[in-house]
């Protein structure tokens, strides 16, 4: 009985609690392509001279992109999953 409960619980962790795996991963993945994005067609101020490619338009629209992209998903999340 302890194998099978402790077994359960692990099983049911992983599946019920993916989301919160999956989330930030898509948020990071998120923020580095629209911050890419933005500071390729819009970028002209540099960020840090330890990375010269950066610019502060990529780090602004990387940051409101993700905001947007975690509100879709959980509006998506809450209408769809949540029992």
């Known amino acids: 009985m302890l194998v099978v409960a402790q077994s359960s619980a692990i099983i049911n962790n992983i599946y019920e609690g993916l989301v919160w795996f999956i989330f930030p991963c898509l948020l990071v993945i998120s923020n580095d392509t629209f911050a890419y ?47």
């Open 37 to 83: 994005i933005f500071g390729f067609f819009l970028g002209k101020t540099k960020l840090i001279e330890l990375s010269p490619k950066k610019t502060w338009e990529g780090f602004v629209g990387g940051f409101f992109s993700t905001l947007f992209w975690a509100m879709l998903v959980r509006i998506i999340y809450v209408i769809f999953f949540e029992k």
